[in-house]
C-alpha cells in the first residue's frame, strides 16, 4: 500500500468508518512505515481535540422567547389559512417541477408548427353565437367552408337574435373587497405588525435598494460627464 | 394535551409506526408529539436541540448574530414542514439538514459577502462579523485535554475551511454523526463525505502542526 492511500484511509479509520480487509491493510502497513504511524498519530491527537470541542452553547432567553413566539405565529397563520389552500403533504419541490416541465410541455407541443398543419382546434368550450341556425348538410369529401362565410350565410337565413350574456365583473382591485380576507387584521397583527414582515422579503427589499443605489448614482454620473466628441 | 392552532387531528404520519420508533428514541417520540399538535413538545424540542443547532451554525456562518437568526429559522422550519418528518430516519440528521441547508444559504448570499469586505477594513475593535472565536470559559480541562491557546488555534483553523468541509468536520467529528448521516444532511454521498474530511484534516493538520 502507498503512504497517500493509507493516509486517505486514516481518516475514515479514526471515524471508526474503515472496517475489513482495508482497516487490516491499513495496519499492516502502518507498522512497516513510521512516517505513516506518526501522521496517524496526529490524526488521533486532531480527532481528540475535535472531540473535547464544546458540542453545544447556551442559548440566551431571549433567543428561545423570539424562536417560540415565530413558531406560535406561523402556527397561527396555519389556522387561519383556509384548509382548500393546503397541499398535500406528498406535492413536494419535485412534483411541482416536474408539473411545470409537463405543463410547459404540452404547451409547446400545442404550439408546434406540425400541430397547425390542418385546422386550428377549437377551444373547448366556445360556442358560436349563431346556435339557433339549422345545421347544414353534411358533405364529405369537402372541406367546410371558412367560419366567416358560415357565418354571412347564417346572417341571410335569419339574423341573429342579440344574445344577453350576462355580465361579469372584473374581480376588484381593492384588497380589501376580496371576500377570503379578513376584514380587519388578527389581534397578533395588529399588536405587532413588526412580526408578521417577511424576513426574506426585507433582505430581497435590502438588495433591490442597494442594486438601485448603484444604478441610480451610474447614471448620475454619466449624465455628469461631457459627451464624446 | 393541549393543541397548536395549526395542528390538524391527532394521528401518526403517514407509514409511521409510532410504537416502534418512537419507543426507541426520544428524539422521534418527542417529535411525533409535535405531529400530533402538543404543545408543550416544541419547546422542549428547541431546548433539546437549540443549543446544538446554535453552536453548529456558529461555527459555520462566523457570525453570532446570524447565527442566531438562522437557528430561528430552522425551528421555524421544522415547525412548518412537521408532518414531512418520517420516524424512519433519526431527528437529528433531519433537523441538521435543515441546519446545514439555512447556513449554507445565508453563506452564499453576496451581500454577505460584501459585509465580510466591509468589516476587513475596520478595526478588530469595530468588528462584528468575521470569525468568532470560542467562550475561553466554555472549554474546561475535563471535557477537553486542550489548552485555551490550542482551542482557539482549533476553532480559526475550522474557520478558515471552506463551507461544505466545515460542515461535514463539526458533523461528524464534533457532533459524532456517522458518515451516512453527513451524507444525508449535506445532500451528498458518503464518497464525497469521505473526500471533504480527508481534505479538511490534511488542512487542519497543517493549519495546527506546531501543536499536534
Redesign the interface.
Known amino acids: 500500500m502507498r503512504c497517500g492511500r493509507a ?2 484511509w486514516m ?2 479509520a ?2 471508526a ?1 474503515l472496517g475489513g480487509w482495508r482497516a487490516q491493510a491499513l495496519e499492516r502497513h502502518l507498522a512497516d512505515c513510521a512516517e505513516c504511524r506518526q ?1 496517524q498519530d ?2 488521533e ?15 440566551s432567553t431571549q ?2 422567547q ?3 413566539r ?3 405565529i ?6 387561519e389559512r383556509p384548509a382548500r389552500f393546503r397541499l398535500p ?1 406528498w406535492i ?1 419541490a419535485p412534483v411541482l417541477a416536474a408539473a411545470a416541465v409537463l405543463a410547459v410541455a404540452v404547451g409547446v407541443t400545442r404550439m408546434s408548427p406540425t400541430t397547425t398543419a390542418g385546422p386550428a382546434p377549437e377551444a373547448p368550450g366556445v360556442v358560436p353565437p349563431v346556435a339557433s341556425v339549422p345545421a347544414p348538410a353534411p358533405r364529405l369529401a369537402k372541406a367546410p367552408p371558412p367560419r366567416t362565410a358560415d357565418r354571412a350565410a347564417a346572417a341571410d337565413v335569419a339574423p341573429p337574435e342579440p344574445v344577453e350574456t350576462p355580465r361579469v365583473d372584473p374581480p376588484p382591485s381593492d384588497p380589501s373587497r376580496r371576500p377570503d380576507l379578513p376584514s380587519e387584521p388578527p389581534p397578533e397583527l395588529a399588536s405587532a405588525p413588526d412580526l408578521f414582515m417577511d ?1 426574506n422579503l426585507l ?1 430581497n427589499m ?2 433591490l435598494q ?1 442594486y438601485d443605489a448603484i444604478e441610480t448614482t451610474t447614471l448620475h454620473e454619466q449624465d455628469g460627464e461631457p459627451p464624446n466628441g | 394535551m393541549t393543541r ?4 390538524e387531528a391527532p394521528r401518526p404520519a ?1 407509514g409511521a409506526v409510532p410504537g416502534s420508533a418512537a419507543a426507541s428514541d426520544p428524539d422521534v417520540a418527542l417529535m411525533l408529539q409535535v405531529q400530533q399538535g402538543d404543545q408543550s413538545a ?2 422542549e424540542l ?2 433539546r436541540f ?3 443547532i ?2 453548529y451554525v ?1 461555527r459555520l456562518v462566523k457570525s453570532d448574530a446570524r447565527a ?2 438562522i ?3 430552522v ?2 422550519q421544522i ?2 414542514f412537521r ?2 418528518y418520517r420516524p424512519e430516519s433519526k431527528l437529528s440528521t433531519w433537523v441538521f439538514t435543515i441546519a446545514t441547508n439555512l447556513a449554507l444559504n445565508e453563506l452564499r ?3 454577505r459577502v460584501l459585509k465580510v469586505d466591509i468589516w476587513d477594513t475596520r478595526g478588530q475593535d469595530e468588528r462584528r462579523e468575521g470569525p468568532s472565536l ?2 475561553p470559559n ?2 474546561s480541562p475535563e ?4 489548552s485555551r491557546e ?2 482557539r488555534a ?2 480559526t483553523a475550522i474557520a478558515e475551511l471552506p463551507p461544505k468541509q466545515r460542515a461535514a ?1 463539526l458533523l ?5 454523526m ?2 451516512r448521516d453527513v451524507a444525508e444532511a449535506l445532500g451528498s454521498t458518503e464518497g464525497a463525505i ?1 473526500a471533504l ?2 481534505r479538511a ?2 488542512s ?2 497543517d493549519r ?1 502542526r506546531d501543536f ?1
Do not use: C, W
Not at chain 1, 406561523?74 to 389556522?79: F, G, K, L, N, T
Open positions: 493516509q486517505r481518516t475514515a479514526v471515524d468508518e501522521e496526529r490524526s491527537r486532531l480527532d481528540a481535540l475535535l472531540a473535547g470541542l464544546p458540542l453545544d452553547t447556551p442559548v433567543l428561545e423570539d424562536t417560540l415565530r413558531v406560535r406561523a402556527a397561527a397563520d396555519e389556522a403533504t413536494t424576513l433582505r435590502e438588495k442597494h | 397548536l392552532p395549526g395542528s403517514d416544541f419547546p428547541f431546548r437549540g443549543p446544538r446554535l453552536q456558529r442566531e437568526e437557528t430561528q429559522d425551528f421555524v415547525f412548518r408532518e414531512r448570499r453576496p451581500e470560542p467562550d466554555a472549554i471535557e477537553g485535554a486542550a490550542l482551542a482549533l476553532e468536520l461528524s467529528r464534533v457532533d459524532g456517522a458518515y469521505k474530511l480527508f484534516t490534511h487542519l493538520k495546527l499536534l
